[in-house]
Each structure stands twice: as structure tokens, then as C-alpha cells.
């Protein structure tokens, strides 16, 4: 490992250590889980440097504190990059990541409690999409809607129907544990049926989006929103993108002053947020930057071959995926029939150096604390510079740990150092010299 932080490790070693032995962990194993990336030295950089010192409450031109002329132009070009990479209207990029993008998207469109119709977590939806323990579902109704239990698949005509009966207010469409593209125009016909603001959360696949690789709910959304940690590989942030105008401002708020880009700002400052984080946002600015260079297509196209690539090894040796393949970076590896639990293979995973997380699949009948699933992307691992080859490496790896499930820690312990040999030719941005 180089030594990177020359400040810190001198006065605070013990941190410094901790940040270094982190770091070789992730060198050394897969970085599987489908949420997370590696992001450049220079987004790392730029979430490191002095920019952290600076309050610039409010927005561009507009701010509570002086001093913030050189500030402006960062989130300026911010903004504007962002809404080059997807073609957007209006952009807020002061959201301090999904979540809290999430909760200003409900003040900006929800006056009450009324309904919101999202995808359960059980079923691939996130925490914010009206679940349960979230703010979202305690202050919020949720209508649920899922993949079918049997294919995994969203059935748009049974969607229709359920917005048809309960009419809510806003539709999110978007997953954290869905393989497969999601028909942003079908949604919005069925949202324009029943008045419905429709909300693309699109946390994992935006930089699938931004390279081209997917198509974009930007055209045919009221709102869309994101991460910037995932398959976009910025900094952890998160932001907004919307139409200026609200379609639906006679009907809802006939007596506001506020279009639609208006009360999304309002909703993240003042509503819910004091300071942005302006290092973070030089950050994400650095990645929109990345983003509009043509090497990230290369990128985001690589990242689902390689998906698609692993999905068929892992098929050929019988090991069933839902939905039966993948569209994205993800694959939900399906272990229903088996004896053992998605978590007790998400474990011998790790044990063998390959990091992953259990999760639920459609038709799951075990309880969410162990599931019957296993969630994967190939996001971080094409970052590295893998390839289909190194997916058919990778694929043999996870075929000899379920081969020998239910007790797979003699070959998990035999593939660690195998996985730890074959990361050495890899060079991770941020954790090796580049
Ligand atoms: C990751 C994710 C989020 C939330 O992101 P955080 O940055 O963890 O708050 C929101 N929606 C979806 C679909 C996600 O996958």
C-alpha cells in the first residue's frame, strides 16, 4: 500500500492505520456489492480538500453567508455538467446523498399523507419508496407493487391496475435489487392516468444511464433522482433532476407561486438541509466530468457485458438467477430450492474474499434476516479493469463455494488466497498508485 495521507498518519496513526487496513482489504478481495464503486484519485481528492471549510447556505447567487463568489462557480459548473450528462432542466446536486434526495422529493410534491405507490424493500424497493420503518411509510401510505413471484419480472398491466384503484399521488419507479431495465414510458402513461407525479430513482444504474448503456427515465419523468456512489462513481452524495415546470399546478397547488424546480430547492434548503457539502459537490463535479468523457461509455457498456457474462457462467452451472439473467450491472442469484440460506452463502462468499450481500428474491419465503437470495454487480470489479475472462474466473470461484454448501469453509479459505493472488494484477483507483 502506498503512504497517502502524510498529515494524518503522523498525528492520528490509529485512524491512519484503520484507512490503510480497510484499504487493503478491498485490494485484495471483490468488491461485489452491487451498490458500491471505486471512485478516481481525483474525486477522492477533491472530497479531501479545503472546500469542506466553507457554509454556503442557499444556492447560487443566492447565499446566507458572504465569501461565496468562488463557490458558485463550483456548484455552477456542478450543476451544469450534471444536467449535460442527462439532458435535464433543472438540477439540484446539494442533496447529501439518496436518502435525504428522497425525503425533499416528498416535500416537494406531498402535502399530506397521502399515497405513495412504491416497491416494498422485501421486493427490490428501497427504504424510501414508502417502506414501513422509514419516514417515508410512517408518513406516508404506501401502495405496494413488486415483481411477479414467479418470473421477477414487473407486470406493467397489473401496475395500471393498482394505480387505477388506489390513486396515489406520486409513483416511484426504481430498485435497489431489480436485474432488469425498468419501461419508464409505460409508467409514465400509467402515471398521466391517474395524475400521479412519477419519480425515477435511479441510485444504482445513473451512471449506466450517463454512459449510454440504459435508457433514460429523464424524458419521461416529473423527477428523477440518484446517488453519485454507485455505478456513477463520484463521491457519496446524491441529487435532483426535474422539469422547471409542475404539470400538475393547477390541480395540486393552484395558489403557489412555486413551479416544480422551485419547490424541489425549497424542499432540500431551507426545508430539510442547513449547509451543502461544497467539497462533496466539487467532487460530483469531477464526476460528471468523468462522465462526459467518452472512455465512460466503454465503461458502462463493459459493466453489463461483464454482468451478463457471469449471469450466463453461473446459468451453464445450474445456478439459477431471478429473472433468468440481467440488464445491468446486478444479478440476483437465487437460491430458493436449496437447503441453505442466502446468508449462509452470502458468508462463505466473504470468507473467500468475494463481497456480496444476502437479499431477498421475488417468491422468497424466509425471513429478510436470511433470505434466499444473493445480490452481485460487476461495477467496482470492471472499474478494476476486469473483463468477461475475469468474470468466467470469478464464476468458477462462486460455483465451487455452492458445491460445497452447506459447509464451504475449507474451499473458501483455499479460494481467499486465490482471489488475494489474482487482485495483484489489478490496479484499484485509490487504494494503489496509479
Ligand atoms: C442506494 C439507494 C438509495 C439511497 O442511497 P443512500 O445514499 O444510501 O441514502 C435510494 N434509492 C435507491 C433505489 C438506492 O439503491
Redesign the pocket.
Known amino acids: 500500500m502506498p503512504e497517502r495521507y502524510p498529515h494524518l498518519k503522523e498525528q492520528d496513526p490509529e485512524i491512519y492505520a484503520l484507512i490503510q487496513k480497510q484499504a487493503a482489504y478491498e485490494a485484495s478481495t471483490l468488491k461485489m456489492i452491487a ?1 458500491e464503486n471505486y471512485a478516481s484519485y481525483s474525486v477522492l481528492e477533491a472530497t479531501g480538500s479545503s472546500l469542506t471549510n466553507k457554509y454556503a447556505e442557499g444556492y447560487p447567487a443566492a447565499r446566507y453567508y458572504e465569501g461565496n463568489e468562488v463557490i458558485d462557480e463550483v456548484e455552477n459548473l456542478c450543476i451544469n455538467r450534471l444536467k449535460q450528462v442527462f439532458g435535464a432542466e433543472h438540477a439540484n446536486v446539494q442533496p447529501l ?4 434526495a ?1 425525503s425533499a422529493v416528498y416535500r416537494a410534491v406531498m402535502a399530506g399523507a397521502e399515497k405513495v405507490m412504491g416497491m416494498p424493500v422485501n421486493l427490490g424497493g ?1 427504504l ?1 419508496h414508502g417502506w414501513k420503518v422509514n419516514f417515508s411509510g410512517m408518513d406516508y401510505t404506501q401502495v405496494p407493487f413488486g415483481p411477479s413471484p414467479e418470473t421477477g419480472l414487473l407486470d406493467y398491466d397489473q401496475i395500471r391496475e393498482i394505480a387505477k384503484a388506489e390513486r396515489p399521488r406520486m409513483i416511484w419507479c ?3 435489487a431489480y436485474p432488469r431495465r425498468i419501461d419508464y414510458e409505460k409508467f409514465a402513461e400509467i402515471a398521466a392516468e391517474v395524475d400521479a407525479y412519477l419519480v425515477a ?1 435511479i ?2 444504474i445513473s451512471g449506466l444511464i450517463a454512459g449510454g448503456a440504459l435508457p433514460s427515465p429523464v424524458p419521461y419523468c416529473d423527477i428523477v ?1 440518484s ?1 453519485t ?2 455505478m456513477m462513481r463520484g463521491p ?1 452524495s ?1 441529487f435532483i433532476l426535474c422539469k422547471e415546470a409542475d404539470r400538475y399546478q393547477e390541480k395540486y397547488y393552484p395558489t403557489s407561486k412555486f413551479n416544480l424546480a422551485k419547490r424541489i430547492d425549497r424542499a432540500v434548503f431551507p426545508g430539510l438541509q442547513g449547509g451543502p457539502h461544497e467539497n462533496v459537490i466539487a467532487a460530483m463535479a469531477v464526476a460528471f466530468g468523468e462522465a462526459l468523457k467518452p472512455e465512460f461509455k466503454d465503461y458502462a457498456a463493459q459493466v453489463i457485458k461483464n454482468a451478463r457474462h457471469l449471469g450466463e457462467c453461473l446459468v451453464k452451472e445450474g445456478i439459477n438467477l431471478a429473472t433468468g439473467g440481467t440488464d445491468t450491472h446486478m444479478l440476483l442469484l437465487d437460491f430458493r430450492k436449496e437447503e441453505f440460506t442466502g446468508k449462509d452463502m452470502s458468508d462463505a462468499l466473504a470468507k473467500a474474499g468475494i463481497i456480496a450481500n444476502f437479499n431477498m428474491v421475488p417468491g422468497d419465503q424466509r425471513k429478510p434476516a436470511v433470505t434466499s437470495g444473493v445480490r452481485m454487480g460487476t461495477g467496482a470489479l470492471t472499474t478494476m479493469g476486469m473483463k468477461e475472462k475475469d468474470m468466467e474466473q470469478v464464476a468458477s470461484w462462486i460455483v465451487r463455494i455452492v458445491r460445497a454448501m452447506p459447509d464451504a469453509s475449507a474451499v473458501s479459505a483455499q479460494i481467499r488466497g486465490e482471489v488475494a493472488e489474482y487482485c495483484k494484477q489489478f490496479k484499484v483507483p485509490g487504494l494503489w498508485e496509479e
Open positions: 451498490s446523498s439518496g436518502s435525504p428522497n428501497h424510501t426504481g430498485a435497489t430513482d441510485a444504482h433522482t446517488t456512489h454507485k457519496r446524491g
